[in-house]
T-cell receptor, first 115, second 112 residues
């Protein structure tokens, strides 16, 4: 079955360390997205990519980095510059035109905790 | 800019009660509108969608109608079940190929 896989489900990081969250999809979707979810704040866009080797900053990109070397993969690195990284991170993908009503397919998320 | 405003939760209802979750939006052009649902500890799932004015999206007993005149996309269900307990997000895609913009979500709890 096609889908989008995020790993790991839970991640603990010490302050000052970088950590990379994995996101893989086998839906042949062109576009991929990273959102951060905090209680009471909904989903905020971190980065998105509409084609391989290209990506754009979202609303809260500071302290994060991404790469898109393959269509199937869009890893997110949370760097030590991110001041408050503890959150639930969601990856999503879509055909190139979410506007046409296909919507997004979401992964099951990674909960990152800084200890 | 583009934004979505949802009624604040939590919303607590008894089983078989009628549900309305209000959603209004601000957008340039003619956006597509969506409702997503998130069950505890999971990602989001697309619940229903509408791509043009007066379209009605429906799924699993939930409905929402795209009202351009009131810039609204309210979610309704005639008889909720305990299994409907979740967080519901209203979202839009502005005109053009830009990412989804989400509301803050509304938590629904249904009591037996």
């Amino acid at each position: 079955d096609g889908g989008i896989t995020q790993s790991p489900k839970y991640l603990f990081r010490k302050e000052g360390q970088n950590v990379t969250l994995s996101c893989e999809q086998n839906l042949n979707h062109d576009a991929m997205y990273w959102y951060r979810q905090d209680p009471g704040q909904g989903l905020r866009l971190i980065y998105y990519s509409q084609i391989v080797n290209d990506f754009q900053k979202g609303d809260i990109a500071e302290g994060y980095s991404v790469s898109r070397e393959k269509k199937e993969s869009f890893p997110l690195t949370v760097t030590s510059a991110q001041k408050n990284p503890t959150a639930f991170y969601l990856c999503a993908s879509s055909m190139s035109g979410a506007r046409e009503g296909y919507g997004y397919t979401f992964g099951s998320g990674t909960r990152l905790t800084v200890v | 800019g583009n934004s979505v405003t949802q009624m604040e939760g939590p919303v607590t209802l008894s089983e078989e009660a009628f549900l309305t979750i209000n959603c209004t939006y601000t957008a340039t052009g003619y956006p597509s509108l969506f409702w997503y649902v998130q069950y505890p500890g999971e990602g989001l799932q697309l619940l229903l969608k509408a791509t043009k004015a007066d379209d009605k999206g429906s799924n699993k007993g939930f409905e929402a109608t795209y009202r351009k005149e009131t810039t609204s996309f309210h979610l309704e269900k005639g008889s909720v079940q305990v299994s409907d307990s979740a967080v519901y997000f209203c979202a839009l895609v502005p005109s053009g190929n830009t990412p989804l913009v989400f509301g803050k979500g509304t938590r629904l709890s249904v009591i037996a």
